[in-house]
Structures are given as structure tokens and as C-alpha cells.
Nanobody
Framework: QMQLVESGGGLVQAGGSLRLSCSAS????????MGWFRQAPGKEREFVSA????????NYADSVKGRFTISRDNSKNTMYLQMNSLEPEDTAVYSC?????????????????WGQGTQVTVSS
């Protein structure tokens, strides 16, 4: 069983920045595609970003492209999400997830392991 723990959420003003972290244990971190998802109140969970096993390939939802940057450090079993130019619409619970799919995936159903989530609130 793989355990994922997110941290770094909080309250920030619009235009500000946050960096989320996702620490993994229990399985070999570098064997998994990693992703970030978010869920706002009253809305369905949505894909934010994913990163390949090596960290060399990434993809992003259109809504965050150019503002968010995903990265990973396999030596530390940790993934990050740098969020800049935050907007009130980014307010949500952000969760990290791990997938053993062949390539980058946006389908939450392809992710086998999930963290508990961290709250990000952006005030206007």
C-alpha cells in the first residue's frame, strides 16, 4: 500500500503563490506517474496536472497552464505543485495521486493511490 500525504495548503490573496508538496511512502515512488487533482465545494473533482516517472514530461489542465508548475524529486519521494497568480477560482481541496499507467493520464479512475487532500483558499 502506498501512502501519500499532502502539505502546503492555506489561505492566500488573489495573485499570491503557494507550493504544495506530496510525500510518498510504502512503494517505490519513481515507478509511478503522479498527478494533482482538485475539488471545489459543489463541484466534481478535476484534473490539474500530471508528471511522468522521470519528471521529464508533464501536462496541465488549460485552467492552470502557465500559472502552475508540477515537479518531483524521486530521491526525496516527493512531488510538488508550485501555484502562482492564484485566483479565487483555484479554491479547492487539492489531492495528489499515484498511477501505474503507461503514460500521463488525466482520468482519476486510472490513479490507484490518493492522499487525503489539503485545502487551498484564495481570497479576492
Amino acid at each position: 500500500q502506498m501512502q501519500l500525504v499532502e502539505s502546503g495548503g492555506g489561505l492566500v490573496q488573489a495573485g499570491g503563490s503557494l507550493r504544495l508538496s506530496c510525500s510518498a511512502s510504502g512503494h517505490t515512488f519513481s515507478l509511478y506517474i503522479m498527478g494533482w487533482f482538485r475539488q471545489a465545494p459543489g463541484k466534481e473533482r478535476e484534473f490539474v496536472s500530471a508528471i511522468s516517472r522521470s519528471g521529464l514530461s508533464t501536462n496541465y489542465a488549460d485552467s492552470v497552464k502557465g500559472r502552475f508548475t508540477i515537479s518531483r524529486d524521486n530521491s526525496k519521494n516527493t512531488m510538488y505543485l508550485q501555484m502562482n497568480s492564484l485566483e479565487p477560482e483555484d479554491t479547492a481541496v487539492y489531492s495528489c495521486a499515484a498511477s501505474n499507467s503507461l503514460g500521463l493520464v488525466e482520468d482519476a479512475g486510472k490513479y490507484a493511490y490518493w492522499g487525503q487532500g489539503t485545502q487551498v483558499t484564495v481570497s479576492s
